[in-house]
């Protein structure tokens, strides 16, 4: 499978806690997006990469959260201290010069 | 704020039938819209886009009409086939298919046997 992977598929946690996903994106693409969906709701750009970099984040993003993308493949999302209120699917998608590709997500169910 | 939306939560269409999906959006600055389609349990799937330069784009089954003057768009789907049931969004940039989007509300599309 060439598309977008993203791992776990489902992560269940405990308020509180601390949870990482991570993302790979379709080889040689050097845009990768984060984005967050609630049940019912199109997705919410959180934030993206060209290659290594970090070029905008959302006001979404609060400071529990925290992106990396090391060596410009793939990237990693963490959210610290995690709230029921994280509660959603965080879709990763990538791009070259064209349209996003996305990635099935990973559903987070804070406890 | 600027803000995409849909006008309909649900759409049930008879399968063979044509099906018309809307969307509004309210930022005159966007330059880039797109139809995605979501399946239960998948990522957003691309399923064609126009630029603001045109009124009208056609792909397979799929056309898609831009009206800027009222700033909404609409998808058309001819011949709706089971298969495409699922939830549509639509979604716009102010410049272009490989930069940041801001998604409206979805759509459920419901195909009856």
């Known amino acids: 499978d060439t598309g977008v992977s993203q791992n776990p598929r489902h992560k269940i946690t405990k308020r509180g806690q601390n949870v990482t996903f991570r993302c790979d994106p379709i080889s040689e693409h050097n845009r990768l997006y984060w984005y967050r969906q609630t049940l019912g709701q199109g997705p919410e750009f959180l934030t993206y990469?060209?290659?290594?970099?970090?070029?905008?984040k959302s006001r979404l993003l609060s400071d529990r959260f925290s992106a990396e993308r090391p060596k410009g493949s793939f990237s990693t999302l963490e959210i610290q201290r995690t709230e029921q209120g994280d509660s959603a699917m965080y879709l990763c998608?990538?791009?070259?010069?064209?349209?996003?590709?996305f990635g099935s997500g990973t559903q987070l169910s804070v406890l | 704020g600027e803000s995409v939306g849909l006008h309909l939560p649900t759409l049930s269409v008879q399968e063979g039938d044509n099906s018309i999906i809307n969307c509004a959006y309210s930022n005159s600055a966007s330059d880039y819209f797109i139809w995605y389609k979501q399946e239960s349990g998948k990522g957003p799937q691309f399923i064609i886009d126009i630029r603001s330069n045109m009124d009208k784009r056609q792909g397979q089954r799929v056309t898609v009409l831009l009206n800027k003057t009222v700033k909404h768009l609409s998808l058309q789907i001819a011949a709706t086939q089971p298969g495409d049931s699922a939830v549509y969004f639509c979604?716009?940039?102010?410049?272009?298919?490989?930069?940041?989007?801001?998604f409206g509300k979805g759509i459920t599309l419901s195909v009856r046997p």
């Open positions: 979604a716009e940039s102010p410049t272009g298919a490989n930069s940041k989007l801001t």
């Open positions: 998608a990538s791009s070259f010069e064209g349209e996003l590709f």
């Open positions: 990469f060209q290659n290594e970099a970090q070029l905008e």
